[in-house]
C-alpha cells in the first residue's frame, strides 16, 4: 500500500542525505526526475537514494559535484557500481587530485556526459528551473587564479526554492538573490559555513525558511543573526537522519 502512494505522489521529494562529513542533496521531481548535488564522502549515498529513490529507477538523470573536495565527490565511486548518471557537471578546478580523475573516468566510461560550468546553466525541469552558477564569473575577483571554483545550485518550483550553497562569499550571491521572493525557501549551508552577511541577505527572500547545517560551526554572530527572523527554523543533520521535505 505505502509502495503504490509513493508511485502516485507527484510532489517534489527534497532529501538531506545523512552522509557524515559531507554533503549530499537528493531532490526527485514530480516522481519524474532525478537530481543529486554531491554525494557526500562515502557510500551512505547508496543507503540515502535506497531509502528514497524508487527501486525500479536506476538513473541520476543530473548530479552536480559542487567542488572537488573528497567529501563532497567520493561517493559518486560507490553510486556508479549501482545508478546510471546520465549527466554531471562540475566547476573547473585548478588543482585535481588524482581520485578525482579515476571518478570522472569510471563515470564517462559508464557513458555519463560530463559538463563543465564556466558561468551558469539553467535548465528547465517538467514544472521546476534548475541553475547553476560558478563563484568565478566574477571578473571583480582578485588572485582568481589561485581559487578554487565552487558551484551553487538553485532549484525553483512555483513558489517553493531550495537552494544549496557551494560558495562562501556575499557578493558572489548576488545574481541569486536578485529574484522575487519565495514562500518556503530551503538552504543547505556548505561544510565550511557561511558568512553571516550572505545569511541575512537570503533569509530575505521568503516567507519562511529553512536552514540545514552540517559539521558547520555556528559562531555567536550567526546566532544573534538567526534569533532575529522568527520565520526560520534551523535544522542540524548531527542528528544523523535524513532530513526529508515534499514541496
Known sequence: MLFFLYL????????????????????????????????????????????????????????????VKKSEYSGYSFLARRYDISHLFVSSPNKVPASYIRLLKQLTYKGTQIHTVVDH???????????????????????????????????????SKVE?????????????????????????????GLPVGTLTRFLGLAEHATLLINNTQITPDHLQTLNTYSNLSV?????GNDIVYRL
Open 164 to 192: 544549496v550553497i557551494g560558495y562562501n562569499q556575499t557578493h558572489q550571491a548576488d545574481s541569486l538573490l536578485q529574484q522575487d521572493p519565495v514562500r518556503r525557501l530551503f538552504i543547505k549551508i556548505p561544510e565550511y
Open 8 to 67: 502516485h505522489d507527484q510532489r517534489t521529494l527534497i532529501v538531506f542525505c545523512n552522509v557524515g562529513r559531507g554533503d549530499a542533496t537528493y531532490i526527485r521531481i514530480q516522481n519524474q526526475v532525478d537530481v543529486l548535488i554531491d554525494a557526500g564522502p562515502n557510500s551512505l549515498i547508496t543507503s540515502c537514494l535506497g531509502k528514497h529513490m524508487p527501486f525500479y529507477d536506476r538513473t541520476i538523470e543530473y548530479a552536480i559535484l559542487t567542488n
Open 121 to 159: 546553466e539553467e535548465m528547465h525541469l517538467v514544472d521546476a528551473i534548475m541553475t547553476i552558477e560558478t563563484d568565478l564569473k566574477r571578473s571583480d575577483e582578485t588572485n582568481i587564479s589561485m581559487l578554487e571554483p565552487r558551484l551553487t545550485v538553485s532549484l525553483r518550483e512555483y513558489d
Open 235 to 239: 535544522i542540524n543533520m548531527a542528528s
